[in-house]
């Protein structure tokens, strides 16, 4: 039996080698009457649609099944990719707040419900009031990354290496993302961190070149790894052109406060009292402004000390924050993981931690912001060289990276209600359009292979 991932991150201890190692064995050749479906994950749930992805042994045709009820599945979607080994099927125009049940298919044999694709999920229902904006997040980027699950300190896990030929798995990955959030209806997009995987200016220059494809503007954040350490020269501020590395802005009634949470020296957890007396007075100015704090590091005990700010910097962040009824979520990376966890200073605030992008369950984050409240859908990437990485990544801490990362559904798609609403605006916003349109479906990227192990900025679009 799998270890559980929540007592796995609070003790820090040793993966015990469970269910998921079961992936580590050799393959055998299935039953023709048997589903060919492996690894079959409801990704994405919106308030009008859903996302689910699944592998096969060898290329079959796919297709997704649903209705309103178990013995009534009156609808179907094929995959537009034919007939695939790695299949991603979209559900679109679904009732809002209403169950749905689905079965996926494989050359006409259906595959049986599984922990993280259950056959049944209920859409959401959009937070009340009228919707404002859309931002996005991406966390963890680790350009220059080239194998993954090697965690220091944490058990003795074997790294999977890229298997892709001719092309870097971050590349592909990170590429993809920024493809996928121009397809949406972002506003801009906040990057939580670990841009680069090693402190090295050429890796800061080709994860800006990456951004900077981007079609609206992006809000970078110091993680652990863009720590100076004993360098001469403090290369994140540099190429990503900040004075300062803590900052703020604000957007249709919502603000925004960036921490550094990485001391510069060592990448630990610590903010410092600069960045204290300066989140203060964003508190003290704030007004009707709904507030998101933003920093690489996680905040709550539940998090795990692995992971979390040291205690005195969780202290003053909650002594800070608990009396503000205006505070409407933490959000943080590092952890590479999908989770919500909660703090009793802090009462219902969500403290979001979310999966990097650079590898499994690799992808991005949409946010709908309303005056009454945000909606959270989580979107993994597409493409066949994507999928390739993806699939050699769930074998990461011995099998266990589905559960350990992918987070439970509500983890990955939730809705918040603000304890204040916001004020309606004067003139009411137009729907966003989200929740219909595709979010990065059918994504095949051709990755450009960089030159004799050199790594080099992104080809930057026109605009």
Same mark, same amino acid.
């Given at each position: 039996?799998? =270890?559980?991932?929540?007592?796995?991150?609070?003790?820090?201890?040793?993966?015990?080698?469970?269910?998921?190692?079961?992936?580590?064995? /050799?393959?055998?050749?299935?039953?023709?009457?048997?589903?060919?479906?492996?690894?079959?994950?409801?990704?994405?749930?919106? *308030?009008?649609?859903?996302?689910?992805?699944?592998?096969?042994?060898?290329?079959?045709?796919?297709?997704?099944?649903?209705?309103?009820?178990?013995?009534?599945?009156?609808?179907?979607?094929?995959?537009?990719?034919?007939?695939?080994? &790695?299949?991603?099927?979209?559900?679109?125009?679904?009732?809002?707040?209403?169950?749905? +049940?689905?079965?996926?298919?494989?050359?006409?044999?259906?595959?049986?419900?599984? @922990? &993280?694709?259950?056959?049944?999920?209920?859409?959401?229902?959009?937070?009340?009031?009228? &919707?404002? %904006?859309?931002?996005?997040?991406?966390?963890?980027?680790?350009?220059?990354?080239?194998?993954?699950?090697?965690?220091?300190?944490?058990?003795?896990?074997?790294?999977?290496?890229?298997?892709?030929?001719?092309?870097?798995?971050?590349?592909?990955?990170?590429?993809?993302?920024?493809?996928?959030?121009?397809?949406?209806?972002?506003?801009?997009?906040?990057?939580?961190?670990?841009?680069?995987?090693?402190?090295?200016?050429?890796? %800061?220059?080709?994860?800006?070149?990456?951004?900077?494809?981007?079609?609206?503007? #992006? +809000?970078?954040?110091?993680?652990?790894?863009?720590?100076?350490?004993?360098? /001469?020269? !403090? #290369?994140? $501020? $540099?190429?990503?052109?900040? !004075?300062?590395?803590?900052?703020?802005?604000?957007?249709?009634?919502?603000? %925004?406060?960036?921490?550094?949470?990485?001391?510069?020296?060592?990448?630990?957890? *610590?903010?410092? *009292? @600069?960045?204290?007396?300066?989140?203060?007075?964003?508190? !003290?100015?704030?007004?009707? @402004?709904?507030?998101?704090?933003?920093? +690489?590091?996680?905040?709550?005990?539940?998090?795990?000390?692995?992971?979390?700010?040291?205690?005195?910097?969780?202290?003053?962040?909650?002594?800070?924050?608990?009396?503000?009824?205006?505070?409407?979520?933490?959000?943080?990376?590092?952890?590479?993981?999908?989770?919500?966890? +909660?703090?009793?200073?802090?009462? !219902?605030? /969500?403290?979001?931690?979310?999966?990097?992008?650079?590898?499994?369950?690799?992808?991005?984050?949409?946010?709908?912001? #309303?005056?009454?409240?945000? =909606?959270?859908? #989580?979107?993994?990437?597409?493409? @066949?060289?994507?999928?390739?990485? *993806?699939?050699?990544?769930?074998?990461? &801490?011995?099998?266990?990276?589905?559960?350990?990362?992918?987070?439970?559904?509500?983890?990955?798609? %939730?809705?918040?209600?603000?304890?204040?609403?916001?004020?309606?605006?004067?003139?009411?916003?137009?729907?966003?359009?989200?929740?219909?349109?595709?979010?990065?479906?059918?994504?095949?990227?051709?990755?450009?292979?960089?030159?004799?192990?050199?790594?080099?900025?992104?080809?930057?679009?026109?605009?």
């Amino acid at each position: 039996m799998s =270890m559980n991932r929540r007592k796995f991150l609070q003790t820090g201890g040793r993966l015990a080698l469970g269910a998921g190692a079961a992936a580590l064995l /050799p393959r055998r050749a299935r039953a023709q009457s048997v589903a060919d479906v492996e690894n079959a994950e409801l990704v994405t749930i919106t *308030e009008d649609g859903a996302v689910i992805t699944w592998e096969s042994l060898q290329a079959t045709e796919g297709l997704v099944a649903y209705g309103p009820s178990a013995d009534r599945l009156d609808s179907e979607v094929g995959d537009p990719a034919g007939r695939t080994r &790695y299949h991603r099927v979209e559900l679109t125009g679904l009732p809002p707040g209403q169950p749905v +049940h689905y079965v996926i298919r494989a050359d006409g044999a259906d595959a049986d419900p599984v @922990e &993280y694709s259950p056959g049944v999920f209920d859409t959401l229902g959009p937070p009340p009031g009228t &919707y404002l %904006f859309t931002f996005a997040t991406i966390t963890d980027m680790h350009v220059g990354l080239t194998s993954a699950g090697a965690v220091s300190g944490l058990g003795d896990f074997v790294p999977v290496e890229c298997p892709l030929v001719g092309a870097d798995c971050w590349q592909v990955a990170n590429q993809a993302v920024v493809e996928a959030i121009n397809k949406s209806q972002a506003e801009f997009t906040l990057v939580k961190g670990d841009l680069s995987h090693e402190y090295a200016s050429e890796q %800061f220059e080709a994860a800006r070149s990456c951004l900077e494809q981007l079609e609206k503007p #992006y +809000h970078p954040v110091r993680g652990n790894h863009d720590r100076q350490g004993e360098r /001469p020269e !403090d #290369y994140y $501020k $540099k190429v990503m052109q900040q !004075d300062v590395t803590h900052y703020a802005f604000s957007h249709q009634g919502a603000r %925004f406060a960036i921490l550094d949470s990485s001391n510069l020296a060592t990448g630990f957890p *610590e903010v410092g *009292e @600069e960045q204290w007396v300066w989140l203060a007075d964003q508190l !003290d100015n704030l007004g009707d @402004e709904r507030l998101f704090v933003v920093l +690489h590091h996680p905040v709550t005990d539940e998090a795990s000390v692995i992971f979390t700010l040291f205690t005195e910097d969780q202290q003053r962040l909650f002594s800070l924050l608990e009396r503000e009824k205006n505070v409407a979520a933490i959000l943080s990376g590092h952890s590479h993981r999908n989770i919500v966890t +909660h703090q009793p200073e802090l009462g !219902d605030v /969500p403290c979001i931690e979310t999966a990097c992008s650079i590898h499994y369950p690799g992808g991005y984050n949409l946010y709908r912001v #309303y005056t009454g409240g945000f =909606m959270q859908t #989580y979107h993994k990437i597409n493409g @066949e060289q994507w999928r390739q990485w *993806e699939e050699a990544g769930r074998q990461m &801490y011995n099998g266990d990276a589905q559960e350990l990362l992918l987070g439970s559904s509500s983890d990955r798609n %939730f809705v918040c209600q603000f304890m204040r609403p916001l004020p309606e605006p004067e003139t009411p916003q137009e729907g966003c359009a989200c929740g219909r349109a595709p979010h990065g479906g059918g994504l095949a990227l051709g990755a450009t292979a960089l030159a004799a192990m050199k790594l080099a900025p992104f080809t930057r679009k026109e605009k």
